[in-house]
Nanobody, 112 residues
Framework: EEELVESGGGVVQPGGSLRLSCAAS????????MDWIRQAPGKGLEWIST????????HYGDSVKGRFTTSRDNAKNTLYLQMNSLKPEDTAVYYC?????RGQGTQVTVSS
């Protein structure tokens, strides 16, 4: 059974940083393209980033480009999202996704 478990969320001040992790199990993580998506209060899902199976290619949405960095450690079956220069509009539940499977999410709140 595919499982994704996000962690690392929390409350941070504007301009701060957080690093999210996503632990994967039950499928071939090293052969899977992975996504980060988020959902802000009262809004729909927003795609943030996609990373290829090897990690060699990463794409970002315009709203996070230059501030967020996606990486992965295939030996640890773990996906990461380094978030810098956080803004209040980054407040959302963040999910990792593999195909149609996503985790339970981790809450990120950016507030002074």
């Amino acid at each position: 059974e595919e499982e994704l478990v996000e962690s690392g969320g929390g409350v941070v001040q504007p301009g701060g940083s957080l690093r999210l992790s996503c632990a994967a199990s039950g499928f071939s993580f090293s052969r899977s393209t992975m996504d980060w998506i988020r959902q802000a209060p009262g809004k729909g899902l927003e795609w943030i980033s996609t990373i290829t199976d090897s990690g060699g290619i990463v794409h970002y949405g315009d709203s996070v480009k230059g501030r967020f960095t996606t990486s992965r450690d295939n030996a640890k079956n773990t996906l990461y999202l380094q978030m810098n220069s956080l803004k209040p509009e980054d407040t959302a539940v963040y999910y990792c996704r593999s195909g149609s499977t996503r985790g339970q999410g981790t809450q990120v709140t950016v507030s002074s």
